[in-house]
């Protein structure tokens, strides 16, 4: 199961009751953040899942409403408790804005580690998840796109199991992973492994006009969390100037991709009811919807063949 | 008249409903910053006072609870679309704050200018206020606190003016400051100045144990803002050890500084409802409010020999 929390969802600018891009991944209880606008601390502990479980920080690009949380993050972490190293992934120039942003940050209590993605991407592991950060066309400047996965172990085979002779005691121990001795051999479950099961694909790309790299990535993905900047045609001069996306840009690329569901999100303070442009969004993509605040969505493994269960429907 | 907002009322940490200080002081539509934490931006907007109208910040010391929000201060600005210069007053290293903090922000459509506080204090004018930033005792880290004074002009005296021969016509001209020529003259208002009238003082400090500094610098104010860091007597060793103050302490300076009030911010995470310990705290000085997160104060000149008008009473 994988969880993620929509901390703020507005862009540019934070107000009332929509704070700034970031979203708090959660599996098997440890977590994750992307993005970190002013507000992400407070979000948290309005969220209640914790800051001491938090392993790392994604950080998709540079623009204010996506990173000046950072220093307030870092004293909450420390605030908890934290002992265990907390990674950073970014684009290039990481090192200069994480020291920036911390020269009002006493030394922690736990370490921190930057990892720079190279310009082209670059695949990168945390809290059990495949992730794949993919370069997007934010106007020039270094910008990344998540296609993060939760794989799933194959199906565990009894007849395999069976055949091998090891006995039905340790079955279970080799289900949940672990490397088990029996009958004079050593086993995992590899070794009993049977049919190959999906695991649960999820796509974040934020700050973008539609491009190459967001088509390429966004494909079979179960879910698309995508910006929603613009909601209007009569926008499209500001997102093209800006380069964001208009809610109908958005839909297309989810169109084009055919996830299960679309999650609209970094709404511009010009939009005051992200909801009202939902039904024409919809003529384009039908399986839309526009995140608020503090939503929590839950994303569930497929039974057999059928797409991941989604909280949304 | 003087109008301030209390934008943040929250110590070390934001939680919901409870900001990170920063004050909101306005004085003829002309406004001024007393620290800036993170939510700053946002409770600006929903104060509804405007950004574009904010000359400068006043900067108490270099904690992340006062000053993570300045890059996203500086951003709000930006797009409320400030063209004239913005102030920004703090303690030594306050170069290196800013530009750090500003790492993330894109070169700014209007100038920012530094000032460096000396260690022992100085005087600076901001948004017609004489400011006297005074050093406190914060664990060895520079730290300030604020004496403001809103002046007012003396009496205007008719007889004078009649002894002048300034024609009635002009009164109202001079009375508002104006320079007049008049009868081959020309005058101000110092010319025809009756009896001297006080104006308004609050005094801003948070951030400190009880000093001689802090007592010197609260005599004889209208109003002190101190912070009520903890509640109760049982945290004085954590007041001790993080240099901060406790309701009781603040009221003891209150009470020899006799203010006509004493409005308590900066509280502990731990403190729920700040108001469950008015009771105790007034009987050391009986006119003591504690602040929430978006409360609006205004003084008004006093009466004669009156004190100043204060909107808590």
Chains 1, 2 share one sequence.
Request: net charge negative; charged share 25%; hydrophobic share 40%.
């Amino acid at each position: 199961m994988l969880e993620f929390c929509m901390l703020g969802t507005g862009g540019t600018l934070p107000i009332p009751d929509r704070a700034l891009s970031s979203v708090y991944l959660r599996v098997n209880g440890r977590g994750l953040l992307i993005d970190c606008g002013e507000g992400t601390q407070v979000g948290i502990r309005r969220l209640g899942w914790g800051f001491r479980c938090m392993d790392g920080l994604l950080l998709t690009h540079y623009h204010g409403d996506h990173c000046t949380g950072l220093a307030g993050l870092l004293l909450s972490l420390e605030k908890a408790g934290r002992d265990e190293t907390f990674h950073i992934w970014g684009p290039k120039g990481l090192k200069r804005v994480v020291e920036g942003l911390c020269v009002i940050v006493p030394p922690l209590s736990y370490p921190v580690m930057l990892h720079e993605i190279p310009a082209t991407g670059g695949e990168l592991d945390a809290i059990g998840l495949k992730i794949r950060a993919f370069p997007v066309d934010h106007g020039g400047i270094p910008c990344f796109g998540f296609r993060i996965h939760l794989p799933r172990s194959a199906e565990f085979d009894p007849e395999r199991a069976k055949a091998l002779g090891i006995p039905m005691q340790v079955w279970k121990r080799l289900q949940e992973g672990e490397t088990v001795r029996a009958g004079g051999g050593i086993y995992t479950l590899q070794d009993v492994a049977g049919k190959e099961r999906k695991g649960i694909t999820l796509v974040f790309s934020t700050d973008t006009r539609p491009c190459e790299t967001l088509r390429k990535y966004t494909r079979d993905a179960d879910l698309l969390i995508l910006e929603g900047m613009y909601g209007t045609e009569d926008k499209r001069p500001q997102a093209l100037k800006n380069h964001h996306m208009l809610f109908s840009e958005a839909a297309e690329i989810a169109h084009e991709a055919a996830p299960s569901a679309l999650l609209l999100t970094h709404f511009s303070t010009s939009i005051e009811d992200p909801e009202a442009y939902l039904e024409e969004t919809r003529e384009i993509f039908a399986r839309t919807w526009t995140a608020r605040d503090g939503e929590i969505v839950t994303m569930r493994y497929p039974k057999d063949e059928e797409p991941a269960w989604i909280s949304l429907f």
